[in-house]
DNA sequence: CTAAATGCAAACATTTTGCACGTCG
DNA sequence: CGACGTGCAAAATGTTTGCATTTAG
Protein backbone atom coordinates (compact mmCIF):
# COMPACT_ATOMS: atom_id res chain seq x y z
CA UNK A 1 0.00 0.00 0.00
CA UNK A 2 1.30 3.56 -0.14
CA UNK A 3 0.83 4.30 3.70
CA UNK A 4 3.79 5.17 5.08
CA UNK A 5 3.44 3.49 8.41
CA UNK A 6 2.58 0.61 7.20
CA UNK A 7 4.96 0.02 4.60
CA UNK A 8 7.49 1.02 7.59
CA UNK A 9 6.71 -1.67 9.28
CA UNK A 10 6.62 -3.93 6.12
CA UNK A 11 9.71 -3.09 5.50
CA UNK A 12 11.23 -4.38 8.79
CA UNK A 13 9.16 -7.69 8.51
CA UNK A 14 6.38 -6.36 10.52
CA UNK A 15 2.85 -6.98 10.43
CA UNK A 16 1.26 -4.29 9.99
CA UNK A 17 -1.28 -4.39 13.17
CA UNK A 18 -3.57 -2.44 14.24
CA UNK A 19 -1.12 -1.88 18.20
CA UNK A 20 1.83 -0.86 15.83
CA UNK A 21 0.24 1.18 13.52
CA UNK A 22 -1.29 3.58 16.26
CA UNK A 23 2.21 3.15 18.48
CA UNK A 24 3.71 4.96 15.18
CA UNK A 25 1.14 7.05 15.18
CA UNK A 26 2.04 8.68 18.41
CA UNK A 27 5.40 8.55 18.13
CA UNK A 28 5.35 10.19 14.96
CA UNK A 29 2.75 13.23 16.14
CA UNK A 30 4.74 13.70 19.14
CA UNK A 31 8.31 15.93 18.81
CA UNK A 32 9.61 15.02 21.85
CA UNK A 33 11.02 11.03 23.23
CA UNK A 34 7.99 9.13 24.91
CA UNK A 35 8.01 6.46 27.09
CA UNK A 36 5.53 3.34 26.89
CA UNK A 37 3.46 4.59 29.42
CA UNK A 38 3.12 8.07 27.38
CA UNK A 39 2.34 6.17 24.47
CA UNK A 40 -0.05 4.34 25.95
CA UNK A 41 -1.79 7.16 27.66
CA UNK A 42 -1.87 9.40 24.50
CA UNK A 43 -3.86 5.95 22.88
CA UNK A 44 -7.64 5.97 22.61
CA UNK A 45 -8.89 3.15 25.47
CA UNK A 46 -9.16 -0.03 23.04
CA UNK A 47 -6.16 0.82 20.91
CA UNK A 48 -3.30 -0.78 22.12
CA UNK A 49 -2.55 -2.51 25.23
CA UNK A 50 0.07 -1.61 27.64
CA UNK A 51 2.03 -4.72 26.99
CA UNK A 52 1.60 -4.29 23.27
CA UNK A 53 2.89 -0.70 23.67
CA UNK A 54 6.23 -2.42 25.51
CA UNK A 55 6.58 -5.11 22.89
CA UNK A 56 6.36 -2.95 19.80
CA UNK A 57 8.19 -0.43 21.21
CA UNK A 58 10.85 -2.96 21.93
CA UNK A 59 10.82 -4.63 18.19
CA UNK A 60 11.05 -1.38 17.06
CA UNK A 61 13.91 -0.86 18.71
CA UNK A 62 15.74 -3.95 17.53
CA UNK A 63 15.28 -2.83 14.35
CA UNK A 64 16.61 0.56 14.43
CA UNK A 65 13.16 2.49 13.29
CA UNK A 66 13.14 3.36 16.98
CA UNK A 67 15.96 5.09 19.35
CA UNK A 68 15.77 4.36 22.72
CA UNK A 69 16.70 7.83 25.30
CA UNK A 70 17.57 7.13 28.64
CA UNK A 71 17.26 11.01 30.66
CA UNK A 72 18.47 11.92 33.76
CA UNK A 73 15.11 10.62 35.52
CA UNK A 74 15.79 7.33 34.29
CA UNK A 75 12.96 6.87 32.44
CA UNK A 76 13.06 4.95 29.02
CA UNK A 77 11.76 6.91 26.27
CA UNK A 78 11.68 6.47 22.66
CA UNK A 79 11.84 8.45 19.28
CA UNK A 80 11.37 7.58 15.81
CA UNK A 81 15.36 6.87 14.04
CA UNK A 82 14.15 8.50 11.20
CA UNK A 83 15.24 11.64 12.92
CA UNK A 84 18.98 13.09 12.63
CA UNK A 85 21.43 12.85 14.87
CA UNK A 86 20.69 15.39 17.70
CA UNK A 87 20.89 15.97 21.70
CA UNK A 88 18.51 17.17 23.88
CA UNK A 89 18.02 20.07 26.16
CA UNK A 90 15.75 19.67 28.89
CA UNK A 91 13.80 22.20 30.88
CA UNK A 92 14.06 21.65 35.23
CA UNK A 93 10.97 23.46 35.63
CA UNK A 94 8.40 22.23 32.77
CA UNK A 95 10.37 19.17 31.64
CA UNK A 96 10.08 19.99 28.44
CA UNK A 97 12.33 18.27 25.82
CA UNK A 98 13.95 20.11 22.49
CA UNK A 99 16.64 18.73 20.13
CA UNK A 100 20.07 20.47 19.89
CA UNK A 101 21.22 19.86 15.83
CA UNK A 102 24.76 20.98 16.82
CA UNK A 103 27.22 18.42 17.93
CA UNK A 104 31.03 18.47 17.24
CA UNK A 105 32.45 16.03 19.63
CA UNK A 106 35.74 15.17 18.18
CA UNK A 107 38.10 17.22 20.24
CA UNK A 108 36.28 14.09 23.48
CA UNK A 109 36.86 11.40 21.20
CA UNK A 110 40.80 12.51 20.54
CA UNK A 111 41.14 12.49 23.89
CA UNK A 112 39.25 8.98 24.70
CA UNK A 113 41.44 7.50 22.28
CA UNK A 114 44.80 9.19 22.87
CA UNK A 115 44.71 9.24 26.88
CA UNK A 116 42.63 6.25 27.46
CA UNK A 117 42.56 3.68 24.72
CA UNK A 118 39.01 4.26 24.02
CA UNK A 119 37.26 3.80 20.86
CA UNK A 120 33.89 5.94 20.58
CA UNK A 121 31.55 4.15 18.82
CA UNK A 122 29.14 6.38 19.73
CA UNK A 123 27.43 9.42 22.33
CA UNK A 124 24.91 10.75 24.65
CA UNK A 125 24.59 14.59 25.78
CA UNK A 126 22.04 16.21 27.61
CA UNK A 127 21.64 20.03 28.73
CA UNK A 128 19.39 20.51 31.73
CA UNK A 129 18.54 23.93 32.43
CA UNK A 130 15.72 26.51 31.96
CA UNK A 131 13.81 26.75 28.35
CA UNK A 132 12.50 30.23 26.90
CA UNK A 133 8.78 29.68 27.96
CA UNK A 134 10.03 28.99 31.33
CA UNK A 135 12.59 32.05 31.46
CA UNK A 136 9.40 34.07 30.06
CA UNK A 137 7.32 32.95 33.14
CA UNK A 138 9.65 33.89 35.89
CA UNK A 139 12.79 35.66 34.23
CA UNK B 1 36.54 13.50 65.91
CA UNK B 2 39.07 13.68 63.12
CA UNK B 3 37.23 10.28 61.14
CA UNK B 4 36.68 12.27 57.58
CA UNK B 5 33.63 10.18 56.85
CA UNK B 6 32.02 10.95 60.30
CA UNK B 7 32.99 14.46 59.85
CA UNK B 8 31.62 14.47 56.57
CA UNK B 9 28.27 13.39 57.72
CA UNK B 10 27.69 16.02 60.61
CA UNK B 11 28.91 18.60 58.33
CA UNK B 12 26.17 17.87 56.29
CA UNK B 13 23.33 17.64 59.60
CA UNK B 14 23.46 13.78 59.57
CA UNK B 15 23.92 11.48 62.08
CA UNK B 16 26.93 9.26 61.66
CA UNK B 17 25.41 5.91 61.86
CA UNK B 18 26.82 2.40 60.98
CA UNK B 19 24.59 2.16 57.75
CA UNK B 20 25.57 5.74 56.25
CA UNK B 21 29.51 5.47 57.23
CA UNK B 22 29.10 1.82 55.20
CA UNK B 23 27.65 3.37 52.34
CA UNK B 24 29.95 6.00 52.08
CA UNK B 25 33.31 4.11 52.67
CA UNK B 26 31.72 1.76 50.02
CA UNK B 27 31.28 4.64 47.70
CA UNK B 28 34.51 5.72 48.52
CA UNK B 29 36.20 2.57 47.77
CA UNK B 30 35.16 2.59 44.64
CA UNK B 31 36.02 4.05 41.28
CA UNK B 32 32.83 3.68 39.37
CA UNK B 33 28.97 4.93 40.23
CA UNK B 34 27.08 2.11 42.12
CA UNK B 35 23.77 1.52 42.39
CA UNK B 36 21.83 1.03 45.40
CA UNK B 37 21.99 -3.05 45.19
CA UNK B 38 25.31 -2.94 44.38
CA UNK B 39 26.53 -0.99 47.00
CA UNK B 40 24.76 -3.01 48.98
CA UNK B 41 26.03 -6.42 47.39
CA UNK B 42 29.48 -4.44 48.47
CA UNK B 43 28.69 -4.25 52.09
CA UNK B 44 29.26 -7.50 54.51
CA UNK B 45 25.78 -9.28 55.70
CA UNK B 46 25.15 -7.02 58.46
CA UNK B 47 26.28 -3.92 57.57
CA UNK B 48 22.98 -2.66 56.20
CA UNK B 49 19.55 -3.17 55.26
CA UNK B 50 19.04 -2.46 51.10
CA UNK B 51 15.85 0.16 52.63
CA UNK B 52 18.97 1.44 54.35
CA UNK B 53 21.20 1.66 51.58
CA UNK B 54 18.17 3.22 49.52
CA UNK B 55 17.63 5.86 52.20
CA UNK B 56 20.84 7.04 52.96
CA UNK B 57 21.90 7.56 49.03
CA UNK B 58 18.77 9.74 48.83
CA UNK B 59 19.85 11.98 51.40
CA UNK B 60 22.96 12.14 50.13
CA UNK B 61 22.02 13.38 46.76
CA UNK B 62 19.79 15.64 48.23
CA UNK B 63 22.72 17.16 50.01
CA UNK B 64 24.86 16.87 47.15
CA UNK B 65 27.32 14.48 49.13
CA UNK B 66 27.27 12.21 46.27
CA UNK B 67 26.21 12.64 42.15
CA UNK B 68 23.13 10.66 40.83
CA UNK B 69 24.47 9.28 37.33
CA UNK B 70 22.43 7.73 34.82
CA UNK B 71 23.57 5.42 32.17
CA UNK B 72 21.60 4.36 29.19
CA UNK B 73 20.67 1.37 31.14
CA UNK B 74 18.33 3.54 33.00
CA UNK B 75 19.54 2.42 36.17
CA UNK B 76 20.76 5.16 38.97
CA UNK B 77 23.94 5.09 40.26
CA UNK B 78 26.00 7.39 42.79
CA UNK B 79 29.46 8.69 43.08
CA UNK B 80 30.96 10.72 45.45
CA UNK B 81 30.18 15.01 44.68
CA UNK B 82 33.56 15.62 45.60
CA UNK B 83 34.98 14.24 42.51
CA UNK B 84 35.50 16.85 39.49
CA UNK B 85 33.44 17.73 36.93
CA UNK B 86 33.99 14.75 34.44
CA UNK B 87 31.96 12.89 32.03
CA UNK B 88 31.92 8.96 31.39
CA UNK B 89 33.65 6.20 28.79
CA UNK B 90 31.30 3.23 28.75
CA UNK B 91 32.51 0.10 27.41
CA UNK B 92 29.41 -1.61 25.33
CA UNK B 93 31.64 -5.17 25.77
CA UNK B 94 32.84 -5.19 29.88
CA UNK B 95 30.41 -2.16 31.08
CA UNK B 96 33.50 -0.73 32.97
CA UNK B 97 33.12 3.26 33.44
CA UNK B 98 35.89 5.46 32.89
CA UNK B 99 36.52 9.25 33.80
CA UNK B 100 37.02 11.64 31.39
CA UNK B 101 38.09 15.06 32.34
CA UNK B 102 37.78 16.95 29.17
CA UNK B 103 34.58 19.38 28.76
CA UNK B 104 34.44 22.19 26.64
CA UNK B 105 30.54 22.54 25.52
CA UNK B 106 30.36 26.47 25.79
CA UNK B 107 29.83 26.10 21.40
CA UNK B 108 26.91 24.10 22.46
CA UNK B 109 25.97 26.11 25.42
CA UNK B 110 26.01 29.35 22.92
CA UNK B 111 23.87 27.84 20.49
CA UNK B 112 21.33 26.57 23.04
CA UNK B 113 20.84 30.03 24.24
CA UNK B 114 20.70 31.90 20.66
CA UNK B 115 19.02 29.48 18.70
CA UNK B 116 16.55 28.40 21.68
CA UNK B 117 16.83 30.95 24.08
CA UNK B 118 17.35 28.48 26.28
CA UNK B 119 19.58 28.94 29.67
CA UNK B 120 21.77 25.78 30.53
CA UNK B 121 23.04 25.20 34.07
CA UNK B 122 24.06 21.60 33.73
CA UNK B 123 25.11 18.98 31.37
CA UNK B 124 25.81 15.18 30.81
CA UNK B 125 27.70 13.65 28.02
CA UNK B 126 28.12 9.52 27.99
CA UNK B 127 30.14 8.13 25.26
CA UNK B 128 30.01 4.48 24.48
CA UNK B 129 32.48 2.31 22.80
CA UNK B 130 35.34 -0.57 23.15
CA UNK B 131 37.71 0.52 26.11
CA UNK B 132 41.17 -0.71 26.14
CA UNK B 133 40.99 -3.75 27.82
CA UNK B 134 38.50 -4.85 25.89
CA UNK B 135 40.48 -3.99 22.62
CA UNK B 136 43.01 -5.79 23.40
CA UNK B 137 41.16 -9.01 23.96
CA UNK B 138 39.79 -9.12 20.47
CA UNK B 139 41.05 -5.87 18.70
C1' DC C 1 -4.85 -21.75 7.06
C1' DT C 2 -0.77 -20.78 9.85
C1' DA C 3 2.39 -18.07 12.15
C1' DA C 4 2.52 -14.01 14.48
C1' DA C 5 0.43 -10.53 17.53
C1' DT C 6 -2.73 -9.24 21.13
C1' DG C 7 -5.21 -8.88 25.59
C1' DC C 8 -5.40 -10.13 30.03
C1' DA C 9 -3.62 -11.57 34.25
C1' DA C 10 0.03 -13.31 36.74
C1' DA C 11 4.95 -13.10 37.63
C1' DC C 12 9.08 -10.27 38.32
C1' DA C 13 12.14 -6.66 39.53
C1' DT C 14 12.96 -2.46 41.64
C1' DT C 15 12.02 1.22 44.76
C1' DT C 16 9.24 3.19 48.52
C1' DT C 17 6.79 3.13 52.84
C1' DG C 18 4.83 2.05 57.68
C1' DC C 19 5.94 0.82 61.92
C1' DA C 20 8.17 -1.14 66.10
C1' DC C 21 12.65 -1.23 67.85
C1' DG C 22 17.45 0.40 68.35
C1' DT C 23 20.93 4.03 68.50
C1' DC C 24 23.20 8.66 68.32
C1' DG C 25 24.10 12.70 70.48
C1' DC D 1 15.94 10.87 77.12
C1' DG D 2 14.16 12.15 72.71
C1' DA D 3 14.65 12.45 67.94
C1' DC D 4 16.40 10.20 64.27
C1' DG D 5 17.78 5.96 61.81
C1' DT D 6 17.23 1.04 60.94
C1' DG D 7 15.40 -3.55 59.84
C1' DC D 8 11.80 -6.03 58.25
C1' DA D 9 7.85 -6.81 55.70
C1' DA D 10 4.27 -4.98 52.98
C1' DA D 11 2.95 -1.91 49.31
C1' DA D 12 3.59 0.68 45.20
C1' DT D 13 5.75 0.97 40.52
C1' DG D 14 7.36 -0.40 36.32
C1' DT D 15 8.28 -4.16 33.09
C1' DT D 16 8.07 -8.90 31.40
C1' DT D 17 5.89 -13.31 30.52
C1' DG D 18 2.51 -17.30 29.66
C1' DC D 19 -1.31 -18.57 27.43
C1' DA D 20 -5.76 -18.68 25.06
C1' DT D 21 -7.75 -16.03 21.43
C1' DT D 22 -7.61 -13.07 17.43
C1' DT D 23 -5.72 -11.48 13.16
C1' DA D 24 -2.53 -10.50 9.19
C1' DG D 25 -0.92 -12.20 5.08
Known amino acids: LSDPLRSLLV???LRATRGRLNVLAVLQSTARPLSAAEVHERLAPERADLATVYRSLESFADRSMVRPV???DGVRRFELAERKHHHHLICDRCGS???LAACNVSPFESMARDEHGFQVTDHAIEFFG???GCRALSP
Do not use: P
Open 130 to 132: ICQ
Open 70 to 72: VLR
Open 97 to 99: VQD
Open 11 to 13: RHD
